[in-house]
């Protein structure tokens, strides 16, 4: 069974940074997509950067671009969201998610996966 579990959330002053880590366990090849989400309260999910397994591909939104850069670690089986340059609208509760068999922006721009994790809250205020 495929495990998310996320932590690195916290409360950062606008242009700080933070880092988000998603350990994964349960794949069973790299035939998959994962990726980081986030909801702020009223808003619906949105697909932040995601990456395929097999290749690399990254895909970001580009509210991001050029701020956040998902990254993995192969021999933690941990996926990484670094946040750079923090602005009070990236506040949200941000999921880690994954599903097989999609790409990169596809994963990303659905937000609908088959894989979960419980979310950790990242705010952004002075």
């Known amino acids: 069974q495929v495990q998310l579990v996320e932590s690195g959330g916290g409360l950062v002053q606008p242009g700080g940074s933070l880092r988000l880590s998603c350990a994964t366990s349960?794949?069973?090849?790299?035939?998959?997509?994962i990726g980081w989400f986030r909801q702020a309260p009223g808003k619906e999910r949105e697909g932040v950067s995601c990456?395929?397994?097999?290749?690399?591909?990254?895909y970001y939104a580009d509210s991001v671009k050029g701020r956040f850069t998902i990254s993995k670690d192969y021999n933690k089986n941990t996926v990484y969201l670094q946040m750079n340059s923090l602005k009070p609208e990236d506040t949200a509760t941000y999921y880690c998610?994954?599903?097989?068999?999609?790409?990169?922006?596809?994963?990303?721009?659905?937000?609908?996966?088959?894989?979960w994790g419980q979310g950790t809250q990242v705010t952004i205020s002075s």
């Open positions: 990456r395929r397994a097999s290749d690399g591909t990254t």
């Open positions: 998610g994954a599903s097989w068999s999609r790409s990169a922006e596809r994963l990303c721009a659905d937000a609908n996966n088959d894989y």
């Open positions: 349960g794949f069973i090849s790299d035939y998959y997509a």
